[in-house]
C-alpha cells in the first residue's frame, strides 16, 4: 500500500521501518508469596540487562528486597560481590547504609530497606546489569528502588560489581526472612 498526498506518491511498500527501540521485554514473573524469583538465560544477546520491579513486597512483616547471582541458575551464594548501598529517607534524610554495604560477600546483596509488607506498601524501581557475558571483565550493577515502610518513604540506591570473569546467566530475588509479593520484569537493551 502506498501513502499519496494530491497524486504524488510520499511512500510505497516497505519505505518505513518502525524503529521499536533499545529495550527489549524477555520475560515476567508475578508471585503472591514465592520464597525467590529467578530469571535464567541472560547472555550476550544483550550488553546490558534491566530489571524492573513492580509493586514488591515482603508476604508478611517488613523486610529487605535482595538479590544473589550464578553462572548456572543452580549455584547461588558463590559470586563474590562489592556494593555499595545508601537511601533517602523521608522525613529521616540522606543515611548511609554502612551495614547494607557489601565487601567481597558472597551471599545476597539488599536493594532495600525495610520494606513494609501490607498490600499498601511495597518497593518498584530497577536494577541494571552491566555486560553479564563477559569472560574478561566484572560485571557492574546499579540499582534505584522506591519503597514505602511504615510511614515513611525510602529510596534506595546500591552500586557495585560481581567479582567475576565468568559470564552470569541467571539472577535471583526474595526478602530477607520472608517470601516475595509482586512482579519482577526482564529486558534486553539492544544497540547500548
Known amino acids: 500500500m502506498a501513502i499519496i498526498s494530491s497524486a504524488t506518491t510520499i511512500a510505497d511498500n516497505g519505505a518505513f521501518s518502525v524503529n521499536l527501540g533499545s529495550l527489549i521485554f524477555i520475560s515476567e514473573q508475578t508471585t503472591t508469596g514465592a520464597g525467590t524469583v529467578t530469571f535464567t538465560g541472560l547472555s550476550s544477546a544483550y ?5 524492573e520491579f513492580l509493586n ?16 548456572n541458575g ?6 563474590a560481590k562489592t556494593t555499595s548501598f545508601f537511601s533517602a529517607i523521608n522525613p529521616h534524610g540522606i543515611e548511609y547504609g554502612a551495614g547494607s554495604d557489601a565487601a ?28 553479564p557475558s563477559s569472560t574478561t571483565f566484572v560485571k557492574h550493577i546499579s540499582a534505584n528502588l522506591n519503597s514505602f515502610e511504615n510511614s515513611t518513604c525510602i529510596n534506595t540506591f546500591t552500586s557495585g560489581y560481581i567479582n567475576s570473569t565468568s559470564a552470569i546467566t541467571a539472577f535471583r530475588f526474595s526478602f530477607r526472612d520472608h517470601n516475595l509479593v509482586g512482579t519482577i520484569k526482564l529486558y534486553g537493551m539492544k544497540d547500548s
Not at 47 to 51: A, L, N, V
Open 104 to 131: 567481597q560477600v558472597s551471599g545476597r546483596i539488599n536493594l532495600t530497606d525495610n520494606t513494609g509488607g501490607d498490600s499498601q506498601k511495597g518497593a518498584s524501581g530497577r536494577m541494571f546489569v552491566f555486560s
Open 47 to 51: 550488553p546490558i540487562y534491566k530489571f
Open 74 to 79: 543452580s549455584t547461588w551464594d558463590n559470586q
Open 56 to 71: 514488591c513486597r515482603p508476604h508478611t512483616s517488613y523486610g529487605d528486597l535482595m538479590f544473589d547471582a550464578s553462572t
